[in-house]
């Protein structure tokens, strides 16, 4: 964050090969990236600290990027953890509700009696991330294709997808999620369109790739739903990058 303007988010991410900073500024539209930074990231292995003292000045470089592009001053961050001493499991809670519909109040209980497990002592407990359940039924690879011509095609798209973001090719890019999408459903067919998925997914997806310039879903049963349009869409969160000068 910035105590010159409040309304920037910062994150951090540490990695084993470099240091990635990035400033935004929250609108009411979305978030515009006002700042990167980085650094080649030095006294990390498979992301575990190993000389804090060449970490600390590889955070200070990419913050410092970030903060001479932003024109602001950076005082907290949020940070990507990872490595091999992170580990991820679920846990499940129950609560008993009766004759009415789940409200956020029924959701924090949920969570805090999911919450309620038993790790070591020298453990704890970093992020917690709700998931709904999947549609009983579902699964997303019940059907390969694993074809070389969609293989090669599907590598194709994500080359052209980010040739066209340095070229800022809104078409180009736009097409190249439209082929991403094609190849997936070749490849893995389920992942959109499965009889447990009470959504018509293929529908939403043909209604945005028909009125924009691409989009593509990430995620197995729909995810996210990425839209490249230059105009902002309602209902939607935009994300727009700002070179420096």
């Not at 009125?211 to 990425?226: D, E, K, P, T």
């Amino acid at each position: 964050m910035s105590n010159k303007k409040e309304n920037l988010v910062v994150g951090l991410d540490i990695g084993t090969t470099k240091i990635c900073a990035i400033v935004g500024s929250a609108t009411d539209s979305g978030l515009d990236i006002v700042g990167i930074g980085t650094s080649p990231s030095a006294g990390l292995r498979k992301g575990v600290v190993i000389n804090i003292e060449s970490t600390v000045g590889a955070i200070r470089k990419a913050l410092q990027e970030a903060e001479l592009m932003a024109g602001c001053e950076i005082k907290s961050v949020f940070a990507g953890i990872a490595g091999g001493h992170i580990k991820g499991f679920n846990s499940q809670g129950v609560i008993a509700i009766k004759n009415r519909e789940v409200n956020n109040e029924d959701v924090r209980r949920v969570i805090d009696a999911a919450k309620a497990i038993a790790i070591p002592m020298d453990r704890e407990v970093i992020h917690i991330l709700p998931i709904a359940q999947r549609p009983p039924g579902y699964n997303p690879l019940g059907v390969k294709n694993i074809d070389p011509h969609w293989v090669r095609r599907l590598g194709q798209s994500g080359k052209d997808c980010f040739d066209a973001i340095l070229a800022r090719d809104l078409e180009s890019l736009g097409a190249s999620m439209n082929e991403c999408m094609r190849c997936w459903e070749a490849i893995l067919p389920n992942t959109v369109m499965h009889p447990a998925i009470p959504i018509d997914l293929r529908a939403i997806l043909s209604y945005y790739q028909s009125r924009f310039a691409g989009a593509m879903y990430s995620g197995c049963g729909g995810g996210y739903l990425f839209v490249a349009s230059a105009d902002f869409i309602p209902g939607s969160f935009h994300a727009k990058i700002r070179a420096g000068e």
